[in-house]
């Protein structure tokens, strides 16, 4: 039988069940089980052992324990030296390992009459105990004879015949007294002694460093500031990685110093020749100078190695650690107002050397070349060397900067020509200007012989751009380039071969030297050739040529940035040490404002500059008179042959052929002849002006007729 479900509450709006919310319970972690009291324990003293604190502590105290067993060996070895011959048969290997035979055969010499005195020395002590006994018995009985006569007199002048004995036991009392001190002092002298002993042991460890390596303080481990010892340069060639060096080394013993001439103090470092045993080359050496420099605990940069004069020598100096970092000292120039120069018998203060001595550079008929990398501090180097000469009232200067950002402006008003810029327009202007020194060098070949002429500087600064420049002139001349047709080499060449004899100089700052922008023909023009930091020993050959870099100059190995203003210098213009081919500058550094100050000054030493800033090369007709009136600008007066000269670099095809008498047969009739002030012929600035003023009112007089 079945039945029906019938609802009687029927829910029209049913709602859906509350959602069930599950709760889950995370149970705690479990506690961690408890450390072990001796996991601890083994840990604290882990940490204890390997603390810095206790390793230092631990290492002081084996670093003076060791100095004594240090001290003991050297002690020994020193006792055991003296006593045998060891020592001349170390220094006959160390001869013989350095291939030097005649200094050995002198060692065997020495060694031989040390045995023969040793030899003799020992059979004297056969004889001797019996000597010293017969020696012992006069003694004594000269002693006691001469106190019983003292002891007569003492008995006669007094009258008591007791008086006899009195001497001699005073004496004996004397020792008496003596032994009771020793016995005194025998016992503590006994338990003080060792002490002393060790103590004794202990300073001649500690003054030698005798402990190992790791023993030693932490400013020994890493060398810093350690001194530069015979020990030391000997290690340092041993370890250089030459074979033939390290065997030969090793064959002389301890007496490897031996190579070493003695170290002396050479400005902030220290100077050593060493003389490098038979099959090692010099060169071995110069390539190496960086493990060098690490081998002695120092930078690539504190490590200098020339090549003296004898045969087989490195000449090394080494800098105080951080020395060459410090800057040197203000120039002269910038701190002495009365400063002034001579051309011809002064020589330039640039700087200083690498021993701390002045650094003085002769400027007299020398062509200059100065390069590097840029911003190292060639331009400064450059105009140091021209503001010092600019102080000499008789030079004369015609610039070119084809950089044009105003490192030259201060010789506005003071060179004859300044041109600024790095266009090619200004690098034609800048071969017009030393066209036109050309052509005043012709002039001044061609002068009677025994004339006189002031110095005359053409100098360019960035004359790589001048070098690789593109453009051409109407006939299809380069500008630039380094071929015989190219303007601007063509010139530099013909002063460097002729100028220098009638005091015409070419001075140039290139940067970045290649074989395009600075010619080889060109560079080796220079008699003064100086190099800032360089990138490659190839760039340093062409700065400083291949018999500097020979010789141990590597500008390529200062440090850029780091070294700016340090100079690498090949000239005869300055002191360089004998036997070297070059010598390190550090010049000084003289900012815009007191080169301004400088220039200021050698103007007021003057009578007044008119500075060019281009050079005329329209075909128009000149204006003579106008022109003359241009380059005397505010000077009273100007000498005609300076006014020649000025015209010349004015307009080189108007004027470049003038002679004094061209210049009288223009100024003829105007009222402003030449004449004479002080024994020389002169045009006067006021007779110039006033012949201008009437030529232009009776101009104008004859227009209005």
């Given amino acids: 039988m079945s039945g029906n479900v019938v609802h009687l509450h029927k829910d029209t709006n049913p709602e859906p069940d509350p959602p069930v919310t599950t709760l889950t319970v995370v149970p705690d972690p479990p506690a961690a089980p408890p450390v072990p009291l001796w996991l601890r324990s083994g840990r604290a003293v882990r940490t204890a052992v390997t603390h810095e604190a206790t390793r230092t502590a631990a290492r ?20 055991w030296d003296g006593r045998t011959a060891a020592r001349y048969e170390r220094m006959l290997r160390a001869a013989e390992a350095a291939g030097n035979f005649e200094a050995a055969a002198e060692w065997e010499e020495r060694g031989q009459r040390f045995r023969d005195a040793r030899h003799r020395r020992r059979m004297d002590l056969l004889h001797s105990p019996l000597d010293a006994a017969k020696g012992a018995a006069v003694s004594a009985g000269m002693g006691v004879g001469g106190l019983v006569l003292l002891g007569v007199a003492m008995a006669i002048a007094t009258k008591d015949a007791t008086e006899v004995v009195t001497p001699l036991m005073a004496v004996i009392k004397f020792i008496n007294l003596l032994i009771t001190i020793v016995q005194v002092v025998w016992g503590p002298a006994l338990t003080v002694g060792p002490f002393l002993a060790l103590l004794a042991l202990w300073s001649v460890g500690a003054h030698q460093q005798a402990a190992p390596q790791w023993a030693l303080p ?21 370890d250089l990685g030459v ?74 100096w080494v800098a105080d650690s951080g020395a060459l970092d410090e800057p040197i000292g203000p120039s002269p120039l910038a701190t002495d107002d009365t400063m002034t120069a001579d051309y011809a018998k002064g020589k330039a203060p640039w700087g200083q050397d690498l021993r701390g001595d002045a650094a003085n550079l002769s400027l007299y008929q020398r062509h200059l070349l100065i390069t590097g990398l840029s911003n190292q501090g060639k331009t400064v180097a450059l105009r140091s060397l021209a503001l010092w000469l600019s102080l000499d009232k008789s030079v004369q200067f015609l610039m070119g900067d084809l950089k044009g950002v105003g490192d030259w402006k201060m010789f506005d008003g003071l060179a004859l020509t300044l041109i600024q810029g790095p266009t090619d327009e200004h690098v034609i202007q800048v071969t017009e200007m030393v066209e036109g020194a050309v052509d005043e060098m012709n ?40 071929k015989a047709n190219s303007r601007y080499f063509m010139a530099v060449r013909k002063i460097h071969n002729q100028g220098r004899a009638v005091n015409v100089l070419m001075w ?61 210098v090949a000239s005869d213009g300055i002191t360089i040490p004998a036997g070297q081919s070059s010598i390190t500058v550090r010049t000084h550094f003289i900012d815009d404002a007191t080169a301004e100050a400088i220039t200021d000054r050698a103007k007021a030493l003057r009578d007044g500059v008119t500075t060019l800033h281009a050079i005329e090369r329209d075909d128009e007709e000149r204006d003579p008179l106008a022109d003359i009136a241009a380059v005397i600008g505010d000077a009273p007066r100007l000498r005609t042959q300076d006014v020649l000269k ?60």
């Fill in 443 to 482: 002039r001044r070949i061609q002068a009677p012989p025994g004339t006189q002429f002031p110095p005359l500087i053409v100098l360019v600064d960035e004359a790589q751009v001048a070098f690789m420049c593109p453009a051409k002139d109407e006939d299809k001349r380069p500008y630039g380039g380094a």
């Fill in 218 to 238: 932490a400013g020994v481990r890493n060398g810093e500031g350690e001194p530069i010892t015979p020990s030391i340069v000997v290690k340092a060639l041993r």
């Fill in 60 to 79: 002081t105290v084996a670093r003076h324990s060791l100095y004594v067993l240090g001290g003991a060996r050297i002690v020994g070895r020193r006792a």
């Fill in 646 to 705: 000025r015209l010349s670099v004015l307009n080189p095809d108007a004027y470049g052929t003038w002679s004094p008498v061209d210049l009288t047969r223009v100024l003829d009739g105007t009222g402003a002849e030449p004449y004479k002030s002080d024994g020389r012929m002169v045009v006067g600035r006021d007779h110039i002006a006033r012949a201008l003023a009437h030529r232009d009112t009776d101009g104008s007089a004859s227009d209005a007729g």
């Fill in 508 to 568: 140039q700052g290139t940067q970045d030297p290649t074989n395009e922008n600075l010619p080889k023909l060109v560079r080796e023009g220079a008699h003064t050739r100086a190099s800032l930091a360089l990138g490659t020993e190839s760039q340093a050959r062409m700065a400083l040529g291949d018999k500097a870099v020979d010789g141990g100059a590597a500008p390529n190995l200062l440090r850029p940035g780091l070294d700016r203003g340090t100079l690498v």
């Fill in 243 to 316: 074979p033939a060096l390290r065997k030969a080394i090793q064959e002389m013993g301890d007496a490897g110093a031996s190579m070493l001439s003695p170290i002396v103090i050479a400005g902030c470092g220290v100077e050593v020749d060493v003389t490098l045993p038979s099959g090692v080359s010099t060169i071995e050496v110069q390539n190496r100078r960086r493990k060098l420099a690490e081998n002695l605990s120092r930078h690539e940069h504190e490590v200098f190695i020339t090549i003296p004069t004898a045969a087989r020598t490195v000449r090394l």
